[in-house]
């Protein structure tokens, strides 16, 4: 899956510096993500993995540097249309789950669609197809404050892939999960987005996890080094 | 696939505040019979005992029904914001009422056993029943707002997360403030509603009804003692309906600075790990 050239990029950014007060976070850091392709940010605890992944989600605006999507620019857009290219385009799983604690791993997943007004049974039936394709149609009609954490990232990716995004962001998605748990979701987590072709980029701190992605980038120092396929930096 | 991670949320709500709903207006009724069996008497410490058992059964049964009013609501709405505001009113709802179920169980037993009491013994209540009454009572508003902040404490920091993944997902903040508001104004209503019907209610015994005048406007002369009974009364309901409806507005209110703040990917993080990552 290797790429060798930027223009195969479909996210990318360029010069990118973020910091919270006064510490610095990313420091000009350049790094373009391969459409189709499952790529592993890895780094220290603190290293700034997760504002990375916020800031190429177009969730943080970064200090300086620009960052672009499909040839638009995530960087100047204001906050509605960058909630709106979110929503048509990425899918977010984070580190909780981050679900909706009053409502049904069913109710979660067909949120995302039902805010931009598909119909109700439409959005509930594509929601439990995609609880099963996750192995998690039993715990459809539980809430989310009843399910396990395994049962909860399941339900967060199948709330993440529901409306076809082209790019997933994973954050910290093996945290508080056994190995047996990580090994299965990931498997078909990878399964799903190679047979979509969609593009994934995850953080993590778990090695278990990297193994299962075409390249790692590890961020040191506020700035990004790579393993794997080195011919873009 | 394991463990329910947060059981006393899945238990489901019971109408057990509607029992003691009819204990606390049963403590007033039975103070309204011995004192006109008496023709005197100080009714005020059982009164007061009577309205915190009303007002704790008042709020055990409303959290019951806006329940079930959520649940029915959530089966039928076709709406991102009103299902959100249909789970919300279902979930919080049940949590308050457990949260206040131990309190109003020692609210329970105080009124019963303040009402036989009455019954037995005429209004008069000897000085060391009232300070153990009056003991009694202090404990329950302070555990009442002890569970109450402890209960609402926590779905704020549920819905900080959820709120701001959702916006992340690229959900306008306009349709999640409709949620948090429809889910409020809905309660309020149902609250100012009740609340006034049942405050109406626990002030019967002071309203006078022909010749049948409780010592406060007995001795009225000026003939505006029903009026001021009525007067009463009305104020004792729209006491009850304050009470909660601030408590609901005081809650919503501080769900905005939430939502102001959904874009700061800081709640976005694990709360294990508050650092950045």
């Known amino acids: 899956m290797a790429r060798s050239s930027a223009d195969n990029s479909i996210l990318w950014a360029r010069g990118l510096t973020k910091a919270f007060g006064q510490v610095p976070v990313l420091r000009n850091l350049t790094v373009g993500i391969y459409d189709g392709e499952a790529t592993a940010i ?22 300086s540097g620009e960052v672009w999507f499909n040839s638009r620019p995530l960087h100047t857009l204001p906050d509605k249309a960058r909630a709106r290219l979110r929503q048509q385009w990425f899918g977010l799983v984070f580190p909780e789950g981050q679900l909706v604690a009053e409502l049904t791993a069913a109710e979660n997943v067909a949120l995302p669609l039902l805010f931009p007004g598909r119909d109700r049974s439409g959005a509930f039936s594509e929601a439990k197809a995609w609880l099963e394709r996750l192995d998690a149609l039993d ?94 930096l | 696939m394991g463990a329910i991670t947060d059981q006393s949320w899945s238990l489901r709500g019971r109408p057990w505040g509607l029992g003691l709903l009819v204990a606390g207006v049963a403590v007033e009724l039975a103070t309204l019979a011995s004192w006109r069996a008496t023709g005197n008497g100080s009714i005020i410490p ?61 609210a329970m037993l105080t009124g019963t056993g303040t009402a036989l009491r009455v019954l037995s013994a005429g209004a008069y209540l000897p000085r060391g029943v009232l300070a153990l009454l009056a003991s009694a009572a202090i404990v329950a508003i302070i555990g009442t707002l002890a569970a109450l902040l402890h209960t609402t404490s ?45 405050g109406v209610l626990a002030a019967l015994p002071l309203i006078p009804i022909g010749s049948l005048r409780p010592a406060p406007f007995a001795a009225d002369a ?19 309906a304050v009470i909660l409806t601030t408590a609901v507005t005081a809650a919503s209110l501080l769900l905005m600075p939430t939502l102001r703040r959904a874009a700061d990917s800081a709640v976005l993080r694990a709360p294990r790990n508050p650092g950045f990552e």
């Open chain 1, 42 to 63: 890895t780094g220290a605890r603190g290293g700034g993995k997760s504002t990375l992944l916020h800031c190429l989600a177009g969730i943080l605006r970064p200090d």
């Open chain 1, 139 to 232: 715990c459809a009609e539980l809430r989310a404050d009843q399910l396990t954490r395994d049962q909860t990232q399941r339900v967060a990716i199948a709330r993440a892939l529901v409306t076809s995004p082209r790019v997933i962001f994973a954050d910290n998605l093996s945290e508080g999960l056994c190995g047996r748990e990580v090994d299965s979701i990931l498997r078909l987590l990878l399964a799903i987005i190679r047979s979509l072709g969609t593009t994934l980029l995850l953080t993590t701190c778990d090695p278990r996890v990297t193994a299962y992605t075409d390249r790692e980038l590890i961020l040191r120092n506020g700035q990004m080094t790579s393993t794997g396929n080195q011919a873009w």
């Open chain 2, 46 to 106: 059982v009164q007061i005992v009577g309205y915190l058992v009303t007002l704790t059964g008042w709020i055990g049964w409303i959290s019951w029904l806006l329940e079930r009013t959520g649940k029915l609501i959530r089966g039928r709405r076709r709406r991102a914001a009103a299902l959100m505001a249909a789970g919300r009113l279902e979930a919080h709802s049940r949590q308050l009422g457990q949260a206040l179920a131990p309190i109003a169980i020692m």
């Open chain 2, 154 to 198: 926590r779905i704020l920091r549920v819905s900080q997360g959820s709120l701001a993944a959702l916006h992340a997902l690229g959900n306008p903040v306009k349709p999640l403030a409709h949620a948090i508001l429809a889910s409020n104004a809905l309660a309020t209503v149902v609250l100012a509603t009740t609340g006034g019907m049942i």
């Open chain 2, 222 to 240: 000026s003939g505006l003692a029903p009026a001021r009974g009525v007067l009463f009364g009305v104020a004792t309901s729209f006491a009850f």
